[in-house]
């Protein structure tokens, strides 16, 4: 999306100097149709917040289902804002009512984060 931004911004320069093309916006509209497939990053964290410390992970993408790398050190992301300052986008934050069940009990899927690309 980035690219696209860049581009959009050249494209914009280019009709301030009265040189923009139609291949310009021809190229622009070509990025934009060649988006990849959606991405999603499940985190499981200690916690609810951001800076918590990531506990596991899987990816979606094009070629099925991962889990992280074996060892945790490995994981590209140590924690759910290190993922976001990479470009992942939040699409969803735990939820708390499935977490607690009593004083000592959770139930539920936790502290998950899903992210998407």
């Known amino acids: 999306m980035i690219q696209v ?3 959009l911004e050249q494209c914009l320069d280019k009709f301030r100097a009265d ?13 934009i149709t060649a988006a990849k497939p959606q991405r999603l990053l499940y985190l499981q964290a200690a ?8 506990e596991g992970m899987s990816i979606v993408d094009g070629d099925g289902v991962h ?3 074996d060892d945790p050190e490995d994981w590209p992301y140590q924690t759910v804002h290190e993922a976001m300052l990479d470009g992942w986008r939040i699409v969803k934050f735990p939820e ?5 069940v009593g004083e000592n009990e959770t ?3 936790g502290c ?5 690309k």
């Open 5 to 7: 931004k860049e581009q």
């Open 19 to 31: 040189t923009l093309t139609e291949q310009d916006l021809q190229q622009v509209l070509a990025n």
């Open 47 to 54: 916690n609810t917040s951001v800076t918590s410390t990531v």
């Open 67 to 69: 889990n992280g790398p």
């Open 96 to 100: 708390m009512t499935l977490m607690l």
């Open 107 to 109: 139930y539920g899927l």
């Open 112 to 116: 998950e984060f899903v992210l998407e």
